[in-house]
C-alpha cells in the first residue's frame, strides 16, 4: 500500500520546467530515496510535499488525503515531519526545550493555550523528549542553547524533533551533507534504527554510500522528470542512470 | 481644475521633503542594510546648520555711529555685523540675507564629517545585529542629538527667512492659462521643489553613470559576491551612509523657510518618512522617491475642505491609511524588490 | 507557592516584600535634609513606578517573548484611559468598573490592530502598528472630540450622570475616585523620627494589581504557551513545519499586552480621572520600548525595574538644578566648581532625555539583555571571587529570572 502518492506534478519558475509529470509511489513502511544530478528538481519536489510550494498542475496524496492548498502546519498534523538542508531549529531555546515543542504540537494541536499549566509539571512529556534526546546522543547537553550546538549536532536535534512527533511519513533533505565519514555513518545507523520502527522515510541524498545503505527503493529524477524507479541493485547498473549524471558521456 | 493643479502644487513641497529623507533612508537600508531611526535627526542637524549660519553671519560688534546721535545728543552706539565691515554694508546685507542657500556649502562638510562619524562609531557595529537592535540604538541617538540641539538652541522654534528675492508668491496659473490669481504658489517652495529634484537626479546619476555607483548597487543586489572580488564594498557603504545623511541635512536646510526649525522636527519628519519608505518599498530608491511625492500631494489633497466634509480627519490620517492598505495588499510596497526584509 | 516552583516564588515573595514596603525603602533620606531630594517615596511616584510596571510587563510578554517590535502601543493605554473616564462619568467614580473596562476595550482594540499588524512581520509590523498608533491619536485630537474632548482631555464633570453614583457631593464637588469607599487620594501618614512615610490608598492598590499581573505574567513564561512564544521569536518556520500555527500565538501575546496597556491606562484614570490625546503619541510608545529594554527585553524582573529606573530618573534628574549642583560641589574651588557644573548642566533638569538617551544607548550596545543582563553579570563575577572555583557560571537562557 503506497502511502505517499504523487501523480502528474508539474511546476514551472518563469519559463523553467523544474517538474515535468512527476509519478511517485511511496510505500508505507519503507525508505525511498530520490536521487539526481542538481538541479534535477529535488527541493522543488520535496517542497511541494510539505506546503512550501504549490504545483502547478497535479495530485499529491498523504494517507488519502491531499497535501495541496493546506498550510504547512497542517500537512505536519497529518502526520508529515522534515528535516531540511540547513537544520531548522530553535536557536534560542535549550535542546530540550527544542523537543519537548514537537510533542506538544503533537499532543495539543496547532494552537493550543493554558496559561496556567506550567512545563514543570509536564513529567511525562519532559521524559518522552529526554529520551529521544539519548537516542540521538545529545542528552548530556539537554539544557544548553541549541543555536551553540555544532552543525552535525543540530542535525541529529533536528531528526529528535521530528522523531519525537512519532511522524508516519519522514522527508529528510540531505541528512549527511557535510558530514565527516564516522557522523555519516552514525547517521546511518540512526536512520537505520528508525526505519526498523516502521517510520516510511523519503531521502534526499547525494551521497550514494547513504542511499545504498539505506533505500528499498530508488527514484531517479534528472530535468524534472522521474527516469528510473527500481530497487537499488538494478539502479546501479542501469545506463540511463549513468547517463543522467554524466550527460551521455558513457563510461 | 485649477484647483487640482493648487493641490498638487502645495503637495510637492511637503513632497519633496519626505522624497529626499525617504532616498537617505532607503539607501542606507539597501547598501548597509541598516534601519536608521536617527535620519530625522540629521534632517533636523541640516535645518539647524542654516540657523548656525545665520547666526554667524550676523554676529556683530557695537561701534559708535558719530553720525547719528540719540535724543541727548550723544553719539549713537550700534551693532554692525562684522560681515558688513568686510564686504562693505551692501555686499554684507546681501550676503546675511542669503544666508540659507549659502549655508547648503556650510552644511555639505558638517553633514558629511557627522555621517562619517556615525557610521564609524556606531553603525558599523550593528551590521550583523537583529534590526531591532538596530532601531533601538539609533532611536537612543536620535534622542540624544535633538537633545543636544535642545541644549544650544532652546525648545522654540527659530525663524529662518528665505532671501528677500524669493519672499511672496507667483501668479502659476496666469503662466498656464487660467485666471490670474486663482493659482498662487510662494517663490522658495518652487525653490525647493526644484532643488529636491535635482539632488534626487544628481544622487541617482551618481549611482548610474560613475564605476563607484555601479560598485554600490551590485553590492545592493549581492554583498558577499562583491566582497569575494576584492572590493572594499564596505568604504564604499561608509561613504553612501555619508552621501545620504548629506542629503537628509540638505533638506533641512532647505526647507527651514517652510517650517522654522526646532529640536524634535526631525521625529515628526522621520516618521513618515518611514511611511514612505515602505510604501515605496524597503531598499527601493525610485519608490522612494515616487512614495514621497505620491503622499505629499495625497496629504495636500485630503485637507481640502470638501474632503474634509465627507470623510472628517482624512487629512489627519491619510498616510497612515495608504500605508496600512499598501502594506496589506502589496506587501513589498509600491516598487519594492523580493526577499528585502522579509523575514 | 501557587503553582510556581521554588525560585519563582523566590522571586514573588521579593517583589511583594519590596512593593509593600515601598513606602520605607523609597525614602530613605530624612525630611529636610541634603539628600530628600533623592526620596521616591510619594505617592504619585510609587503609583507611577507600579502603572508603568504593568505596561512594560505586557509589552515584554510581547516584545520579551515573540520578538515582534510594536511601535504603538500607547494607543491601547490611550484607550483604556479614555474607557475608564467614561466608566467614571456614566457609571461611578468606584475605580473597579472603569478598570475593568479600560482593559475589555483596550483588549478588543489590541485585537483589531493586532490581526491586521501580524499580516506582516519585521519592521513591517513595526510600521503598522505606528501607523495605528498615530491614526488613533490624530483622530482623537480631531474627528473623536466628542468622544475624547479634544487637546482638553477629557474629564470628570458635575454634570455627569453618574447612573449608579452620585453626580457631584453634598457640598458641589465632584465625588473623588474610590475603591468601595477608600479614596484613592487617602493616604497615612507616619512620622518616624526625621523620617516621614506616607501610606497611600491608591498605591497600595495600584501595587496589588500590578503584583496580580507579575503573577500571571510568571505563569505565562513558565507555561508550554510561552514557551511557544519564544519558539516564534527564535524560528517561525520550524515553527510551522513542526505543526503549530504561528499566528493565533502571535496575536494572542498582542492582545494581552494589549490588555495590559489597557489595565495600566484604567489605573492612570483610577489615580487622577483623566485622559489625554497625548498618551496615544507615539513617543509615549517609545518609553515603553526603552523602559523594557533598558530593564532586559525577556525577563520577569527587567520591565519593572527599567520603568522604575525611567520613571525614577525622570522625576529627580529633572528636579536637579544648578543652583542644587552649586550645593553638591561647594566644596571646590570656584572656578573648577563652576567648571563641573557646567558640564553637568545639560544632563540634568530639562536636559534630563539627553541622559536617558546616552543611558539607552549605553545599554543597548554594551548590555542587550538590559540592566538584568549587568546584576546577572555582577553576580556571577562576584560569585567567582567569593567561591573561588567552585562552580560554573550558570548559562541558564536570559528567562531564568
New interface residues.
Partial sequence: MSILEVNNVNKNFGGLKALNNVNLQVEAGTVHAIIGPNGAGKSTLLNCFVGRLEPDTGSVTFDGESLLGIKPFQINQLGVSRVFQTPEIFGALTLIENVMIPAFAKRDGAFHMEPWRSVGSEAGLHEQAMEMLSDVGLDAKADELAGQLSRGDKRRLELAMCLVQDPKLLLLDEPTAGMSRGDTNNTIDLMKRIAQRGVTMVVIEHDMHVVFSLAEKISVLAQGTVIVEDVPEKIKGDPRVQDAYLGGAHL | MDAIILQILNGLDKGSAYALIALGLTLIFGTLGVVNFAHGALFMIGAFCAVTLNRLLSLSHEVVDETRTDFLGNPLRVDVPYVYEWFGPDVGATIIDWSVPLAILFAIPIMVLIGLAMERGLIKHFYKRPHADQILVTFGLAIVLQEIIKAFYGANPIPTPAPEAFVGSFDFGALIGFDPQTIMYPYWRLVYFSFAILIIGAVFAFLRYTTFGMVVRAGMADRETVGLLGINIDRRFTIMFAIAACVAGLAGVMYTPILSPNYNMGMNFLVLSFVVVVVGGMGSLPGAVAAGFLLGILESFASRAEVIDIIPGINQVIIYLVAIIVLLTRPRGLLGRKGVMEE | ML???RKDSGLFLLVICLTALAPFLLNPFPEGSELAQFNAGYPDLMQRFMIFGIFAIGFNILFGLT?Y?SFGHAAFLGVGSYAGVWMMKLLTVNVVPAIIMSVIVAGLFSLVVGF?SL??????F???T???A??SF??A????TPITNGETGLQLSLNDPRILGISQTVDGSIPAANFFGIEMRDSLELAMGGWLFTFNAGYYLAAIVMLISFY?AI??F???????L??V???Q??????????R??AL?AFVISGMYAGLAGGLMVAMDPLAGAERMY??AS?EV?LMT?LGGAGTLLGPIIGASAIKYFENIFSKINDTVLHGWFSFMPDGLQDFVVAIIH?FIG??W??T???M??LV??FL?GGLMEGINRLRIWFGKRINGRQQAPD?A?ATSS
Avoid: C, D, E
Fill in positions: 503553582g510556581l516552583n520578538g517590535l491586521i499580516r506582516r512581520s519585521g519592521i513591517y513595526s510600521i503598522l505606528l501607523a495605528f498615530q491614526m490624530a483622530l485630537y480631531s474627528v473623536l500571571i505563569r505565562i513558565r507555561s508550554p504557551f510561552g514557551m511557544m519564544r519558539a521569536k527564535s524560528n518556520q520550524r515553527m510551522s513545519y513542526t505543526g503549530l500555527n504561528t493565533p500565538y494572542t507615539w513617543t517609545g520600548v529594554i545639560p530639562k536636559g532625555h539627553l536617558l538617551g546616552l539607552f544607548m543597548v550596545i542587550p548559562h537562557p
